[in-house]
């Protein structure tokens, strides 16, 4: 009976702890401007500044994309509608032809239109369709952490999400990736974290960095300002000429 408990209160504080670390994130109506820095395996770097807008509508999470570095891509502008399910889109907006491309929300395609966001899939889920579990508790550099497997309630692989969260500030220090095989695919690093004018109890970390293990590939995203935008509206996520 005892030992039944326990598991129930641990899969619960996993959840509550969860919730306290991503409700601290302004993760809709928001304005960002970020700086990404892309290393490759051979050493190469990429670099591009981004603005983002995110907002959520009915039940469709929405985010604009719109490159504003290098010169030769300003002006290109990605839609992701996410209504989490199978007609999720990706508009793709080019201004050197004019054209708009319409593609399917796949992880694959997210890639190919360099969406640097792999990790907040998870982040934004709704938690009633999670699971969770405290796998112990661990120091991150000299940061007591609480560390908490996540899980689609009705997952048929191992794909899954764990968590550090600073026990103290309930911040989320570091996120890891696990595909349908339960083979670890990224490493997410936040830190910088700075509160949001305008907004009570919401802060922004101000520097992620990302390893994508696949491809041996470093991004390091660096957010150079965060606003609050409550007057977003659906007409901010439609491309010109549609």
């Not at 191992?158 to 490493?187: C, M, P, Y």
């Not at 696949?214 to 660096?222: A, C, F, P, S, V």
Request: with cysteine.
């Amino acid at each position: 009976m005892f030992l039944a408990c326990h598991g129930v209160l641990a899969e619960e504080d996993a959840r509550e702890i969860f919730e306290k670390a991503t409700g601290q994130l302004l993760t809709e109506n928001v304005e960002l401007v970020m700086e990404i820095e892309i290393t490759d395996r051979r050493g190469r770097v990429k670099e591009k500044e981004l603005k983002v807008l995110m907002a959520s509508f009915g039940e469709t999470r929405k985010t604009r994309v719109t490159w504003q570095k290098p010169e030769r891509a300003k002006g290109t502008t990605v839609i992701i509608s996410d209504a989490g399910d199978d007609n999720d889109t990706i508009e793709v907006f080019t201004p050197s032809n004019g054209k708009t491309r319409k593609l399917k929300a796949t992880p694959r395609n997210l890639k190919r239109v360099g969406s640097e966001f792999g990790m907040d899939s998870m982040i934004k889920q709704n938690p009633e369709e999670l699971s969770f579990r405290m796998i112990d508790q661990q120091f991150i550099g000299s940061i007591p952490c609480f560390h908490i497997e996540v899980k689609q309630i009705n997952a048929k692989d191992k794909s899954k999400g764990e968590l550090w969260i600073e026990e103290a500030s309930h911040r989320i220090v570091r996120v890891a990736v696990f595909d349908k095989n339960g083979k670890q695919t990224s490493l997410a690093t936040l830190s910088d974290y700075q509160p949001i004018d305008g907004i009570t109890q919401k802060s922004q970390p101000m520097r992620i960095v990302t390893e994508d293990l696949e491809n041996k590939k470093q991004t390091n995203l660096r957010v150079l300002k965060v606003l609050s935008r409550q007057d977003l509206t659906e007409n901010d996520f439609i491309l010109a000429g549609m």
